[in-house]
């Protein structure tokens, strides 16, 4: 039983490794859209502006 149970949860850091690898692909490939009033509320509450936070949005 408890050689079964190990053999899980080598197969469960593997699979939580290729879902993280999954993620960050996919989130790297996204382009969000740009939303202004969001930015700036998020900055805001950061006590930063928003060209600080998303450089990229703000060349």
């Known amino acids: 039983m408890l050689a079964g149970q190990g053999f899980y949860s080598e197969i469960e850091k593997h699979l939580s490794c290729l879902l993280y690898e999954l993620i ?12 202004p009033k ?10 930063v502006a ?4 998303w450089p990229s949005r703000y060349r």
């Open 50 to 53: 928003p060209e600080q936070i």
């Open 24 to 35: 960050n692909y996919f989130a790297a490939e996204m382009k969000a859209p740009r939303w």
């Open 38 to 47: 969001g930015e700036r509320l998020i900055a805001e509450a950061l006590g």
